[in-house]
């Protein structure tokens, strides 16, 4: 069978439905566009004339502004909506807020929401291609794949690699998003939180789960450090900020405790100090800028190749 | 109004009936049942190849009248119920308000008298204004009609005022209609407690959450002498404590859906509401322990657990979603699909558990064909071929995760009190 | 065209090309487009050394992500790659077969987002006639007239594994 040129499916709402060779396509594919950061002319004209809608229920500058840069590079409008929760409680529903959208003829939505299965539902519902930035705790897949990305450029390939994830593993897209991404490129993928933060049901979802910080980081090759939320010790998860940081921080010495050279990331924002030690983030082996750049190349190529996909079934005479 | 069923067999466990004869009706009563009867002035309903079966009665049906006729009506619930199969339903309390005083059962009598097909026997609350903190009047609501008291919905989650409302119930020899779920223990969950949920990143509710206040229950039935009812039980470990509770002799009986016994919590898939319901679809071992109960009759009767929304309140996030499904439509096909066929139990298996132990339990007229009993009788073809098709249902909500199922089994004439309410699979 | 009079052409046009630009050789780039047009490029510089002793750098430009057909043609970019900074430079874009002129369009946007340079001049091995914009070749290998639906193949050993231009008539 030929190698895929664009996403058979309409959306990106998660990593689960990609196939591995559609996730090496738009790791390629990025590795391409990642070049036009460093044209004297940082765009490409490929979605020229495409809207895209930044439809944002959750505050989040980073993300946000790493999909605005990917549109704008590939010559694409950008417009922003940033829905505070009242106008929520106003009472447009979420399916409303979409059909208006749709009606304004919009290419590509790009959604951040609080709930789990929000962008399924919105995709269900319109022609308009659906990006996943987050939904509740379940997916987070462009930030899956620009942590795939991260590694292969670092080291040069994924399968084999043990990748050892610490934190809020329960209540974490990324952590889903990231076991079923580094799973499927023939990866080893661990699980390190305390017990209330990481349920010993995700063995059956495929992870190695780990009480213990040592253990989860020896012999692992990436050390990927989930953001602490501080809510989770008013919601009597974890007794303590203390409590946590002593059993869990990555600090220099810890950092000793995985493979030499292995890669420090994060996926943003940190807390310097808590769950992560301010040697570490800016240390030899800290990838976490790299994500960053990385991001808005492997969020380029998404676009890209949905674009793609659009333009085929419009082609082929498809609904579209 | 006389009619005769004429040629179907006759599965009528309670009177130890089962084979092909007649059924003769008159005044609203079964007259006689019989191998040839005359027909007379009675209006003849062929019933040759059929099922003739005393009529079904679900114990658990929400019509939303008074407070949310939007989503469905005590005259379109009950026509659904008819074409269900059901001459009889008990409708739960939770309405808007709630039915909590004896007036508010008299108001849905009084509705139930000018809009109702088939017979619509009101179950009351516990507490009052259902919040769980002050006991309803129950001898009042009693003589007023409600022929069982639930907080359905939600759980007594005081012990106190659950173990006063069972030394009245029990008074009162009415079941105590517990839905079963420790309302801190479900922590906000919105399906159950488990792999998918996440995968799905999905808050979950335990089953813990079940066995906890079966468990409680089960103790303070057996001190009090309360009947026990369990609302729609799911959990293995629930049905365990069931078990050897009535193994013990101590008052509980419990109630299972067609829902729970097909679907399990895969059915969410890709955030599908319509498989959103409390409690919640579980996992396939529950499912099996739930379909072992069912055979070996720790389970007694089968609802629907009928609860339509429209798409305001389905068409939200998963999280935001209101939890129920339509079910008196699909109910038949469904219990011989995973019950009859299958051979866990067999027709006198299924009469039994819609019909013949719901009446008893909760001691209705009905759920036999014995002579001078009502003129309730459902006739069913168990292999009529139908597709579910939710424009085509009769309820006014179309919430259900079965729409496109092939089905085989479906109600052909429905009589209450010697009257057609269906004939040949429709509305009369 | 077989083997032998596609190496004509590409000398021919070495030649050409020498003679057209003879202050500006030190400025010269060949740049080819993908597939092909780059194996071409390679092929007239080693040319133009055996020629005029001078190396002319060679570099690859993707124009994937300028092309406007919208339609059939949904493909993945590959890097391009050119040699060094492009301002002030004259390039010699080089293709296989110059139809409607849209691929040199969107190599001439292409171009001019990697820089600024002085000249941009056009070597195809093949003009096939249809242009659809003003566009014209300085170099040509070889004319061939066609029917709008015809379609012309140029295979070259390094891609397909032999040297030829194949010309099918429509059905």
């Avoid at chain 2, 039935?221 to 369990?230: D, F, K, P, S």
């Avoid at chain 2, 829902?259 to 529950?286: M, N």
Wanted: aromatic letters at 4%; proline letters at 5%.
């Amino acid at each position: 069978m030929a190698a895929p040129d664009a996403l058979a499916a309409k959306d990106l709402l998660g990593i689960e439905p990609l196939t591995k060779d559609e996730i090496q396509l738009i790791l390629d594919t990025a590795h391409t566009l990642a070049d036009v950061a460093k044209h004297p002319i940082k765009k490409v004209p490929a979605l020229r004339g495409r809207t895209m809608v930044n439809l944002f229920y959750e505050a989040s500058t980073r993300t946000r502004t790493s999909f605005e840069l990917a549109a704008v590079r590939l010559s694409a409008d950008v417009v922003n909506i940033n829905v505070q929760a009242s106008s929520v409680v106003k009472g447009e529903t979420l399916l409303d807020t979409a059909k208006t959208l749709e009606a304004m003829t919009v290419d590509f939505i790009v959604m951040r929401h609080g709930s789990s299965g929000a962008p399924h539902m919105l995709a269900r519902n319109l022609q308009a291609s659906v990006i996943n930035a987050g939904d509740g705790q379940h997916e987070h897949p462009t930030q899956a794949l620009l942590d795939l990305y991260t590694v292969r450029e670092k080291l040069g390939s994924i399968e084999g690699k043990t990748i050892t994830l610490v934190g809020d593993i329960q209540h974490s897209r990324v952590a889903r998003s990231d076991l079923i991404a580094f799973t499927k490129m023939g990866a080893k993928v661990r699980f390190c939180g305390p017990p209330t933060l990481l349920s010993d049901d995700f063995a059956a979802l495929g992870a190695e789960v780990h009480h213990d910080l040592r253990a989860a980081l020896t012999g692992a090759d990436v050390i990927y450090v989930l953001r602490l939320q501080f809510e989770r010790h008013r919601m009597g998860l974890m007794p303590s900020v203390k409590a946590y940081t002593q059993r869990y921080a990555i600090t220099p010495d810890r950092v000793k405790w995985a493979k030499p050279g292995a890669l420090v990331m994060h996926p943003g924002p940190m807390n310097r100090g808590v769950e992560i030690a301010h040697e570490v983030a800016d240390g030899p082996t800290s990838v976490i800028v790299d994500q960053v750049a990385n991001g808005i190349a492997v969020r380029m190529a998404v676009l890209y190749l949905l674009e793609n996909g659009r333009t085929k079934r419009a082609a082929a005479g498809g609904v579209q | 109004m006389n009619v005769l069923i004429r040629g179907g067999r006759v599965l009528d466990p309670a009177s130890g009936t089962d084979g092909v004869q007649d059924v003769l009706i008159t005044e609203g009563k079964v007259a006689k049942v019989g191998v040839g009867i005359e027909s007379g002035d009675a209006t003849v309903i062929e019933a040759k190849g059929l099922i003739v079966a005393p009529g079904f009665v679900d114990l658990h049906v929400h019509l939303r009248e008074p407070g949310q006729e939007g989503k469905e009506t005590i005259a379109t619930g009950t026509r659904a119920a008819a074409k269900g199969g059901m001459t009889a339903v008990v409708a739960m309390p939770n309405t808007v308000p709630p039915l909590d005083t004896p007036a508010m059962i008299a108001y849905v009598l009084s509705r139930v008298a000018q809009d109702a097909v088939v017979r619509v026997w009101p179950a009351g609350c516990i507490s009052h204004e259902r919040k769980g903190e002050v006991m309803a009047d129950l001898a009042g609501l009693k003589e007023a009609g409600a022929v069982a008291f639930s907080d359905d919905g939600n759980s007594v989650m005081n012990a106190l005022l659950a173990r006063r409302a069972m030394i009245n119930t029990s008074l009162l020899n009415v079941p105590y209609v517990e839905h079963a779920e420790d309302e801190d223990l479900v922590d906000g969950g919105v399906m159950h407690e488990g792999r998918v949920s996440l995968k799905l990143g999905l808050a979950g509710r335990t089953t813990l959450a079940e066995d906890i206040i079966v468990a409680r229950d089960l103790l303070l039935a057996e001190a009090t002498g309360a009947h026990l009812h369990v609302a729609h039980v799911t959990s293995k470990r629930s049905l365990e404590m069931i078990r050897e509770a009535k193994a013990r002799k101590v008052p509980v009986t419990c109630e299972a859906t067609p829902h729970h016994l097909v679907l399990t919590d895969e059915a969410v898939g890709e955030f599908d509401t319509a498989a959103k319901v409390l409690p919640p679809l579980r996992s396939e071992e529950h499912r099996q322990a739930l379909i072992a109960a069912v055979k070996d009759g720790t389970v007694d009767a089968i609802v629907s657990d009928h609860a339509p929304h429209g798409p305001l309140e389905k068409e939200v996030e998963f999280a935001q979603a209101a939890s129920g499904m339509v079910g008196l439509e699909t109910m038949l096909g469904l219990v011989l699909e995973i019950l009859v066929r299958p051979g866990v139990i067999d027709l006198a298996g299924l009469v039994r558990l819609m019909s013949t132990n719901p009446a008893r339990l909760f001691h209705l007229p009905g759920g036999t064909l014995a002579p001078g009993s009502p003129g309730d009788v459902t006739v069913f073809d168990p292999d009529a071929a139908w597709t579910v098709d939710p424009r085509a249902l009769a309820s006014k909500s179309k919430n259900t995760p079965f729409a496109g199922r092939s089905m085989r089994g479906r109600a052909v004439h429905v009589i209450v009190g010697g009257r057609p309410v269906v004939r040949d699979c429709g509305l009369v | 065209m077989d083997a032998a009079a596609i190496d004509r052409a590409l000398v021919r046009m070495a030649h050409e090309i020498h003679e057209k630009n003879p202050d500006r050789m030190a400025d010269l780039l060949l740049i080819g487009i993908p597939k092909r047009g780059d194996v071409l490029a390679r092929r007239i510089a080693a040319a133009l050394e055996r020629a005029c002793g001078t190396a002319v750098p060679v570099g690859v430009l993707d124009i994937t992500m300028y092309r406007d057909d919208i339609g059939s043609k949904a493909s993945i970019p590959k890097p391009s790659d050119l040699p060094g900074s492009i301002d002030g430079k004259t390039i010699v874009l080089v293709d296989d077969v110059l139809f409607t002129g849209r691929s040199v369009r969107a190599a001439m946007d292409a171009l001019i987002d990697f820089g600024r340079p002085k000249a941009i001049q056009l070597a195809v091995l093949v003009d096939r006639g249809h242009r659809e914009l003003p566009i014209r070749a300085d170099y040509v290998g070889k004319n061939i007239p066609t029917a709008p639906d015809a379609n012309v193949k140029v295979e070259l050993k390094e891609e397909d594994g032999s040297d030829r231009v194949l010309l099918e008539e429509a059905r």
